[in-house]
């Protein structure tokens, strides 16, 4: 976690700002998650452990932990935003379920060749992608067929 934390307060130095105690925290809890989280789950972790660390705290935060890199907007459908983290991640993709909003991370390397073979039979030049693919998992499947 040190070389996230080195990251993030090169960041923050260079625009004036400080890593702070709280900053520290909510970037601890954000490391820590094991899944994804919206900035109100980040929120109610943090004030557990962080002394006055505000919504607004974790919400600039979390916009600043974005901008460094460190943190990727993950939006699987609906108006939620969750955050994961992209920094010392490795690429992935998303199978979504629209019956229960689970989801998993998957990386294919074939899917990856194939996506790189689209861009250089078109002479395009990517700087980044995601594929989301919508549909139903197996519990929510099982569950349907459950007399």
Not at 118 to 122: M, Y
Not at 129 to 135: D, Q, S, T
């Given at each position: 976690m040190r070389d996230v934390q080195d990251v993030?307060?090169?960041f923050l130095e260079k625009r004036?700002?400080?890593l702070t105690r709280q900053r520290r925290e909510i970037l601890?809890?954000?490391?820590?998650?094991?899944?994804?989280l919206t900035v109100e789950g980040v929120?109610?972790?943090?004030?557990?452990?962080?002394?006055?660390?505000?919504?607004?705290?974790?919400?600039?935060?979390?916009k600043l932990l974005?901008?460094?890199?460190?943190?990727?907007?993950?939006?699987?459908?609906?108006?939620?935003?969750?955050?994961?983290r992209?920094?010392?991640?490795?690429?992935?993709?998303?199978?979504?379920?629209?019956?229960?909003?689970s989801f998993v991370e998957a990386l294919d390397p074939e899917i990856e060749k194939l996506q790189n073979k689209?861009?250089?039979?078109?002479d395009f030049t990517p700087r980044r992608?995601?594929?989301?693919?919508?549909?139903t998992c197996r519990r929510c499947r099982r569950r349907k067929h459950k007399p």
């Open positions: 993030f307060a090169g004036g700002l400080s601890g809890v954000f490391l820590d998650a094991k899944r994804h929120y109610n972790i943090a004030k557990k452990k962080v002394v006055r660390a505000g919504y607004t705290t974790v919400f600039r935060t979390m974005r901008e460094a890199g460190i943190a990727k907007e993950v939006n699987l459908g609906g108006k939620i935003v969750k955050y994961e992209r920094y010392g991640h490795e690429h992935h993709d998303h199978l979504v379920c629209l019956e229960c909003g689209l861009c250089n039979k078109f992608h995601r594929m989301e693919i919508f549909g």
